[in-house]
């Protein structure tokens, strides 16, 4: 069978590349550049999700940690274990014993896919591993382990997975719009394929609108910034923000230090950039932390991705799912959210869907 994959993002591409498995012929769309958008501006995690547990995700942080392991074991010159450290203090929002019990819970859905048991830190043996480390009221922290990538770079492997495998890869391509018999419409030219995959992202809901489609599903926009500074540590932090107790990576990268992310909701049409008031909230919680303080004059750089999250009732962006779904219309599968870690996972069930589709 011939399938059209919309979007060359990492959901896109893995889909493409499960497609290509299961023996269908496969093009992939991409409007611009594969790999140029949302996808290579993650906070650079391969992760089950920790913070997903306080909203009851167990699936989805189950399917993130096998993934995670998969990731690390099939590229590692592009992908590393990472250990993390979570300071706890008098005044942390989130007390000893739940992040105990979270951590726990983490390490047990892992199963064999484990990097490690988590472990308490006592307050020396933490100041010792992190001398920059603020330690009023500090009681200790818990250390334990993830995983990093580069993902420009491990998409791009991706692709070549995909190619290697007789993917066409048709970028710089941007798709008018699709219908549910399996046409795809591309400068005023419609071509006509036995299943089309809508996996364009945060631009998926869009490409429905401008096909007169309606879907039961609805995107939720939230921009996540980042920053990168000139400071070097020895391992990561997930951080509690003192502003609003969200929780932040502080993370080694390439010789600096990446800071996020934020969580702020935008619309479409607004350009996915860093604001002043999202770096000063990132510096605001390095800085209750870390000492010396950090000033604007150490960002090196600031990026910012937007991430298709699928809306709910939820009025915090934080609390929105991190969960993905995948809904059927005709010969039209459309892709809603889905996290970078995940993307294996999410492309296998998209062959699964258009092989139940040939019956």
Request: proline letters at 3%; one cysteine or more.
């Amino acid at each position: 069978m011939r399938v059209a994959v919309v979007g060359g993002g990492i959901n896109g591409i893995m889909s493409a590349w499960a497609l290509a498995d299961a023996g269908h012929r496969v093009v992939l769309f991409e409007r611009g550049a594969a790999m140029g958008e949302t996808s290579s501006r993650s906070s650079k995690m391969l992760h089950g999700g920790l913070r997903y547990l306080e909203h009851g995700d167990f699936r989805l942080v189950y399917e993130g940690l096998r993934e995670r392991g998969w990731w690390l074991d099939a590229v590692p010159q592009l992908a590393h274990k990472l250990e993390i450290v979570i300071p706890v203090y008098r005044h942390s929002p989130r007390r000893r014993l739940m992040l105990k019990l979270g951590l726990l819970a983490y390490d047990l859905l892992a199963g064999k896919r484990r990097l490690g048991w988590h472990r308490w830190l006592g307050v020396r043996e933490l100041e010792a591993r992190a001398p920059a480390l603020r330690g009023e009221a500090l009681l200790g922290g818990f250390l334990y382990f993830d995983g990093q990538m580069d993902d420009r770079a491990l998409g791009l492997w991706a692709l070549d997975q995909a190619k290697a495998r007789g993917v066409a890869i048709r970028q710089h391509t941007p798709v008018d719009n699709v219908d549910t018999r399996g046409g795809v419409a591309v400068g005023g030219q419609r071509e006509t394929f036995d299943f089309v995959v809508n996996a364009a992202g945060p631009w998926a809901g869009r490409l429905l609108e401008q096909s007169g489609i309606r879907s039961r599903h609805r995107l939720d926009l939230v921009r996540g910034s980042h920053l990168v500074v000139d400071r070097q540590l020895g391992q990561g932090f997930l951080l509690q923000s003192p502003d609003d107790g969200r929780v932040c990576f502080v993370l080694p990268y390439k010789g600096r230090t990446l800071i996020g992310t934020t969580e702020v909701r935008q619309s479409l049409d607004e350009p996915a950039v860093s604001s002043a008031a999202e770096r000063d909230y990132l510096l605001r919680l390095f800085n209750a932390h870390f000492e010396p303080a950090l000033g604007t004059g150490e960002v090196r750089d600031t990026f910012a991705g937007v991430r298709p999250l699928i809306a709910g009732n939820s009025v915090s962006a934080s609390e929105v799912s991190r969960e993905y779904a995948l809904e059927r219309n005709g010969r039209l599968i459309t892709v809603f959210g889905g996290k970078w870690t995940t993307s294996r996972a999410l492309g296998k069930k998209v062959a699964r869907v258009v092989a139940a589709g040939m019956l």
